[in-house]
């Protein structure tokens, strides 16, 4: 399959600008899934551990949605997220949709920067030079195109990465159902 550089925009219009708002959404979504395994591990860890046990072997928790159907919940209250990925949107003029956009991507960097602190796995600027040294860490860096032999490995950084350095997800009332992430609202 080739590309016709000639169909590459040139130019921000207002769909390529919504597209680019629902690729956010859709990575801050898919962040939320990625951070339930470290959430769970985190909050298990934190309430079963006494500073002097150290654990002897890794092992494998099962998940728990309470803190990714919490931060999904805040991001439905401060951003209006969920209604926006359920609106049907070939109903409405792309002015509609970036408007509406702008106000959701807003919401949720909000959450985001008061809920994770989040940092870049490298520092390098996109498009750099980098060198992987041998047992550099596969979980935070992923190797793509023609891998032959073995580190180093010398290529471009395509995307620096993110990680979560800390979780300030409120705590939650005891009673409190998780899965109601909002309730429903009815005027008198």
Do not use: Y
Not at 81 to 89: A, G
């Amino acid at each position: 399959m080739s590309i016709d550089p000639q169909m590459v925009p040139v130019t921000l219009d207002l769909f390529h600008l919504v597209l680019g708002a629902l690729v956010v959404i859709l990575v801050l979504l898919t962040l939320v899934l990625v951070l339930l395994p470290f959430l769970s591990t985190r909050q298990k860890k934190s309430q079963a551990e006494s500073p002097s046990q150290v654990a002897v072997a890794p092992t494998l928790n099962e998940s728990q949605p309470t803190a990714a159907l919490q931060l999904l919940g805040l991001l439905q209250q401060e951003a209006r997220f969920i209604d926006f990925i359920e609106e049907d949107l070939h109903h409405h003029a792309d002015a509609e949709i970036g408007a509406a956009a702008r106000v959701v991507h807003e919401g949720c960097r909000r959450v985001i920067k008061q809920h994770l602190q989040l940092e870049p796995v490298m520092s390098e600027l996109e498009g750099s030079s980098v060198t992987l040294e041998k047992g550099f860490n596969a979980s935070e860096i992923r190797i793509t195109g023609n891998i032959v032999g073995s580190p180093p490995f010398h290529g471009s950084l395509v995307h620096k990465g993110w990680k979560v350095r800390d979780i300030r997800l409120p705590l939650m009332a005891e009673g409190h159902d998780p899965h109601v992430l909002a309730p429903a609202e009815v005027e008198l």
